[in-house]
Nanobody
Framework: VQLQASGGGLVQAGGSLRLSCVGS????????VGWYRQAPGKHRELVAS???????SYADSVKGRFIISRDNAKNTAYLQMNSLKPEDTAAYYC?????????WGQGTQVTVSS
């Protein structure tokens, strides 16, 4: 599975962005999809995930602000980010897991100005 993430950019605090992650092939629906982020000098952290059946989970820091979703027909997952804060600034990566195998997309930069 190859993943292509997009949608990052520069936004003011309080603004919104929607990230997209497009997977190759027709097996995207069989994978758990996650969005991670990594700020300079920090470890990569899980922001949100969505299972094959649509069950979602979120990091406490983004609960109530971010929404993860997927459209298996389009082999695409989304991360809607609202009420963005400067501390959300990071490179965001999508992942697709099936069993013990994890695929990564390239990062897309999100920068939130105060």
């Amino acid at each position: 599975v190859q993943l292509q993430a997009s949608g990052g950019g520069l936004v003011q605090a309080g603004g919104s962005l929607r990230l997209s992650c497009v997977g190759s092939g027709n097996i995207f629906s069989l994978h758990v999809v996650g969005w991670y982020r990594q700020a300079p000098g920090k470890h990569r952290e899980l922001v949100a995930s969505i299972t094959t059946s649509g069950t979602t989970s979120y990091a406490d820091s983004v609960k109530g602000r971010f929404i993860i979703s997927r459209d298996n027909a389009k082999n695409t997952a989304y991360l809607q980010m609202n009420s963005l804060k400067p501390e959300d600034t990071a490179a965001y990566y999508c992942s697709a897991d099936r069993g013990i195998v994890r695929y990564w997309g390239q990062g897309t930069q999100v920068t939130v100005s105060s």
